[in-house]
């Protein structure tokens, strides 16, 4: 059993920057893949980024790429998102979630946190 909680979300400004964390607790954190999911109100929850267990590959939403960067750091047993650029459509509740291989569909992943709000000024 993996738990996760995020922190570091807030209110920016458009162009600003925030980061997000994922701290993990029980299981063996090396063991997954992370991901980051987002859900804007009334849409639904969308891969943001994902990285495998190593950090060696990863993967990002087009609406992210060049703006976003994953992390992790298994000696922490964190996973982050920097986040860059902000807009107001990235405006979201954003959620970590742990799955046995690096994937991009939402019924992979394994363990969820209960999400961070991230609001975007314009």
């Known amino acids: 059993q993996v738990q996760l909680v995020e922190s570091g979300g807030g209110l920016v400004q458009a162009g600003g920057s925030v980061r997000v964390s994922c701290a993990a607790s029980?299981?063996?954190?090396?063991?997954?893949?992370m991901g980051w999911f987002r859900q804007a109100p009334g849409k639904e929850r969308d891969i943001v980024a994902a990285?495998?267990?190593?950090?060696?590959?990863?993967y990002y939403a087009d609406s992210v790429k060049g703006r976003f960067t994953i992390s992790r750091d298994n000696a922490k047993r964190t996973v982050y998102l920097q986040m860059n650029n902000l807009k107001p459509e990235d405006t979201a509740v954003y959620y970590c979630?742990?799955?046995?291989?690096?994937?991009?569909?939402?019924?992979?992943?394994?363990?969820w946190g209960q999400g961070t709000q991230v609001t975007v000024s314009s």
């Open positions: 979630a742990a799955a046995v291989t690096l994937a991009t569909i939402e019924n992979d992943y394994r363990y």
């Open positions: 029980g299981g063996t954190f090396r063991h997954y893949a």
């Open positions: 990285i495998n267990w190593s950090g060696s590959s990863t």
